[in-house]
């Protein structure tokens, strides 16, 4: 659009006229942001539960198959443990493992004026990229950048300063200028997706031709413009956009989740808006802001080619720990219960005792629990799958999970799953909140939408120590750190005036 088009519609035209230009409704433009870096979901081992940690020593074990569970050190585990001979250890031995102690060591070195990697992708009303669009950037401390977009709608990325209040303006192709997005930098890698409220048409002009009615035809075929007649016989452009419809609800290019969005909603009972807002803040997300299920919380700085080393154990589009995966697995109810009993890896088995004998009430009937198929004729309750290590380290991939477990796990994987699973959790953990005395009724569902995060992100414990205002600055600092890193930990405390 860096031409000189002819406006649309302005008047009759003599001859062929390329055209090229934003075309539709007066209404602003929106603006997504998307920051790279998310503080990680952590295990429980970085709770603010001050409860110890351990595990314990199955056959076969070592303690440096231990250490790499949980990113630890064999000296760590060594010294935390007293143990003199780390060569010997032996099963049914408790390993404790050691609370993290984060150190602020190095940061302190780093320049305080952080930056932002600032990349933005420009697209019309239905999601087609802008390219050759004229675009102005002006950062609050004077910084003014000047690009065009590429054929995909996109600018790469380009520095600016963290925290700082940004302004972008446009230029049309009839030279008028506009402000489309206005927000604040966030330090790290962000991505603004910048989205017109119109359709960009191109193309040269010509007569019309075919029956009145012609652009009147239904499509299902999403985004579709159709060009003709309208019943009267006038020019007409029909766009198949998703809004409006019956729910109001727009999703944009995550419209390939729309079932996935609209069941979880009316499974629910809260709207489908507050649902998507949940999955967007969750997900992780491809250039263009589409969530990727598949994502996983690698530690970059520490993986090699050879060896992955992972943040958590979080794993696809809403970040499920294991732990937390297989317990609402074992919940009747849920979602995933429903679909594990399906398969028949989830039934009501015996409880036994500490010898392995078979529970019975005083009627002498035997008690049953929910219990997992871990293998053939094998089933295992939540408190077993935790102690025999199923489930357990900071990996998204067990060392001692089965096929079975890892099968079931990597289900994180798949959009309906995981989506369906974090509405069931974020429901559960409201009622928690609600018999825990909060006034959850009188919340909205943009409200309960932001508690089903914070519960989910923190855990119900955790969370609810953060409603209360009630968590030390100790635990605050332990917390930040590990979940963003100490780098960006120390910048974030001092805009705040801390540490």
Known sequence: MTGKPTPFFD???DKPTKYDGLFGWSADWKCYLDQEDKPVPLDGIWSLSPDKRSV???KGDTLGQIASEYNCSVEELTEYNNI?????????QVINIPQRHYTLTGAEKKK?????SLSLSFEDLIEKPLSGLKVK????LGEVFEFITDGLGRIDEFTVQAESEIKI???SGMGKIKEVARFISQEGKLNAIISSPKVRVKGKSAAITGPAGNADSKSDEIN????GRDSEGTPRVHINHTCPNSYDLMLGKNVIYWNEIIRASERSGIIPQSIAAVIHSEAAKYRGGVWKPTSVCKNSKKSTKENTVYKSSAAGMTQFLNGTWMTETLRDGTYLYEKATEQGLVADKPLLNKKGEVVKNKKGEVVNEKKFQVSTDKWKNLKEL???RYITGITPYPVHATAEIQQWLNLRFKPEYAIMAAVDYGVANLASLKMAGYNIDGLNDAEKAKLIYLTHHLGLSDAIHFIKNNITEGKAKELLIAQVGDESAISKAKKMEGI
């Open 112 to 116: 305080d004026d952080n930056q932002c």
């Open 137 to 140: 950037v002006t950062s609050a």
């Open 56 to 58: 314990v020593v199955l």
């Open 84 to 92: 003199k001979n780390p060569e010997l250890i032996y099963p049914g």
């Open 224 to 227: 579709k413009i159709n060009v």
């Open 11 to 13: 008047e009759p035209q």
């Open 386 to 388: 935790t102690n025999g």
């Open 169 to 171: 303006t446009v230029s």
